[in-house]
């Protein structure tokens, strides 16, 4: 038998079942949608106290970040993500697992070199990559208003 | 002593046989359709341990004490000692070996460690040691942390993943006594046919396992059909699939006498592990707890177990390499003379 | 109204980064780049202050929004402070999240212990 490797990769590709693609995109949207949902409650109760719309908008982030990050340590996030899956990693509150989760998870080697290195083993990136587009972006507006 | 055959397949002349064996497991192994089949299931995961690497490695010490016990033999009647585990260094091996005091030999082979372990041992067994100890581990939260993602993180599981079994099983290999008989081994070749999802391990495998049992058929002279029951380690209901696909296309094809641990440790409906179980402790539980006792049971004469490993690193991964494969083969069997 | 609005739009960005996991061999983290990236682009043309303004926290909740914050905040500090606020500007804006996210992940960690799945 000689089989190349871009037949079986084919042949691979055609062993694996079905991704339930409705399924997941209803949960996506549900869970992502109910997320935002309490995300406008939050905002809400913050302008009716008061503050102006970017601070509200600020501690509306905050108030979602503490809330997922409570999930995640009581074991409740990942399993909404379950079902959520890309309603539960979009919103902020997936920054949030993704940034407590591991904080969590390398506790064991440490204060320092576990938490404190990996907190940002999966979050990081979009920090990274965040901050270096919004820069970019500040040079080339910059540039353009000299102009 | 252990001579050799066509290309790879070695035979093992004299008289070797499993002694005993034990499978430990935990609370999802337990749920599982062979949840009666382990000796030991403890229900906390963290078997009473501080780490999950910890855990693991207790698992280990458990199998092996359970194994001597059940064999009235002490770890000081032990030569040698073939474990390994899917952590980094082998340290859940390494660190429940710390304690025995017996010649200690370290194996990473990935998910196919417990054949590679068992046919180590036997090769050992007919020629100059009397007992070897084959061991074997994986736990789904030390492996998830290496490998994967922190356990609490939130992601969904495509369909061709596998679960990583929280078990760990350990055979007493010995020459000139007990049953059943390891009558032949194979170890297998690294093969890579392109695949590089790290959620498709059983796809990975596949090629490694048909690459094996395909050569032992050919070294030996035999077919599908001699045998009671052919396993493979951990290809889970992707890998099986394509298992028999390869095969049939090699001119080997199987029959109903084939099946894969992967399938038989959990309930793939009702206990969410998508494609199937997968790790080390995978196919060491499977053999060590099911398939060696149905051997010893008569229920089963003969038998060809592979063990199956996806050859694979987080940095080999990232890196962008494909994930070869390999496949290491014993052969059990209940007659005491030659079957070749 | 406001609500409905936040749900369906919410619930239409996760979507789509739901289709980016089935039908892509992407990791989460890439997706999440690829959110925050996206926010930061669609905010510089102009297109996503008119989505936040229509959706409020349908749009701002996703990571695009994040995105979004990111290049609102270096806008307004290079109008306010000249080159220096494409440095500043994007930190600063989105310094209450970040500041978030290392605290609570730092408590939880303190009180809390990953399960067995």
Known sequence: MSLSSDEYKKMGEAAVPKTKCFRNLSGAFLIGGTICLIGQFVLNFYLDAGLSTPNASAACSMTLIAFSAVLTGFGVYDKIAKFGGGGTLVPITGFANAVVSPAMEFKSEGFVLGLGVKIFTIAGPVIVYGVLASVAYGIIYWILKIM | MAHKIGKQTLIIDGVVGIRSSAAVGSKKEGEGPLGKDFDIINDDSRFGEKTWEKAESKMQELACWKALKKAEAEMKDVDFIFAGDLLNQCIASAFSARGSKVPYIGLYGACSTFAEAVGLSAVFADSAAKNCLAVASSHFCSAERQYRFPLEYGGQRPPSAQWTATAAGAALVSKEEGFPFVKAVTFGTVEDFGINDQNNMGAAMAPAAAETLSQFFKDTYTDPEDYDLIVTGDLGFVGANLMKELMGRKGFPLGENYSDCGLMLYDREKQQVESGASGCGCSASVLSGHVIPMLRDGMLKSVLALSTGALMSPTSVQQGETIPGVAHLVCFSSEKGGIF | ?117
């Open chain 3, 1 to 117: 109204m406001e609500y409905l609005k936040a749900f369906i739009v919410g619930g239409i960005i996760c979507a789509i980064g739901q289709v980016f996991i089935d039908k892509t061999k992407l990791t989460p983290a890439r997706i999440l780049v690829g959110f925050v990236v996206s926010g930061v682009i669609l905010s510089a043309l102009g297109f996503y202050e008119p989505l936040v303004e229509f959706a409020g926290a349908g749009a701002t909740v996703p990571l695009s929004g994040f995105g979004h914050s990111l290049a609102k905040g270096v806008r307004a500090a290079v109008a306010d402070k000249g080159f220096l606020g494409a440095f500043t500007g994007g930190l600063s804006a989105t310094a209450g999240g970040i500041t978030a996210a290392i605290v609570f992940g730092f408590i939880i960690a303190v009180f809390f212990k990953p399960k067995d799945k």
